[in-house]
């Protein structure tokens, strides 16, 4: 398994933008395929984005579609989530996940960071 740690979670207003970090350690990284994953209180997790391992695929939930953007950057081993025009219903824990084959489904991934806090409030 690779182990995952998020950063970059914080209170921003709405309208306004974030970067997610997830850094990878342990099996290649490479090699899997990553998402983000959200959970609200009291809501169950939601899939948000996904990448290929090669970065060429991408998969947006309809939610974000157009205002979030995932990438990767292999060479550091590291994930990302560029969230713009963030609005009140974004405010979640947000998960870095990795998996063996590129999904959206929880059970598509094996692993998973401990999640990062994002609030979008005035």
């Known amino acids: 398994q690779v182990q995952l740690v998020e950063s970059g979670g914080g209170l921003v207003q709405p309208g306004n933008s974030l970067r997610l970090s997830c850094a990878a350690s342990?099996?290649?990284?490479?090699?899997?395929?990553m998402a983000w994953f959200r959970q609200a209180p009291g809501k169950e997790r939601e899939f948000v984005a996904a990448?290929?391992?090669?970065?060429?695929?991408?998969y947006y939930a309809d939610s974000v579609k157009d205002r979030f953007t995932i990438s990767r950057d292999t060479a550091k081993n590291t994930g990302y989530l560029q969230m713009n025009s963030l609005k009140p219903m974004d405010t979640a824990v947000y998960y870095c996940?990795?998996?063996?084959?590129?999904?959206?489904?929880?059970?598509?991934?094996?692993?998973w960071g401990q999640g990062t806090q994002v609030t979008v409030s005035s």
């Open positions: 996940a990795a998996g063996g084959a590129l999904g959206y489904r929880l059970v598509d991934f094996g692993s």
């Open positions: 342990g099996r290649t990284f490479t090699k899997y395929a």
């Open positions: 990448i290929a391992w090669s970065g060429d695929n991408t």
